[in-house]
């Protein structure tokens, strides 16, 4: 056998296993934002155990491209999961409003959570900044679809503020998920280094 063919073969056979590890990524991010919690300082929204862990996953084991496609599969998949809300809006424009914040830029971003590997030379470092950063985004989506969206559709009971209300609203169940997520992501780096890295696929 040629070293092409047998190069072609190697080629097909991380493809698939890319494909196979991302879906069941996908499944298992989707499956554990079915279960939900809140603590008592939370005004609203649903703390999941590390459902956009596996989406950092696959950023940091097959880079930010390839994360960034997965986790807009994801954001789909939650839009599915959630379409009740996209049918609260009152127009197109609001649909689309919904869509975008709320679903395919909060959790696409998600997907770039490997961008500061080239950056920061410690991985467990540019891990966790990366979660940081990256949920960051998605809770300025939220607080944006709060503030523009819902506050306009139903105003908060306690009389606050658009921006007040939104914030911290959002931020009562996206900070916990951002520690949450963070402090088992540290904790599996060490003894998952070579699968997070993507060192077993060299």
Known sequence: MSTSTASSRSRSSLLILRLVESAIMLAIGTVLSMFTFSGPWALGGGITFCSMLPLVI??????????????????????????QNVQYATSAGMAIAIILLDYVIAFSVVGLSAMFNGVIKNRLVSLEVGIIFTFLIRLLCHFLSGVL??????????????????????????IPEIIITGVVAGLLFKPLNRYFTGADLK
């Open 58 to 83: 696959v950023s940091h084991r097959y880079g930010c491209k390839w994360g960034l496609f997965t986790a807009f599969v994801y954001s789909l998949l939650q839009m599915i999961l959630g379409i």
């Open 149 to 174: 969206i819902w506050e306009v559709l139903w105003p908060n009971e306690l009389g606050w503020a658009a921006p007040v209300w939104s914030i911290a609203y959002n931020a009562s169940y996206m």
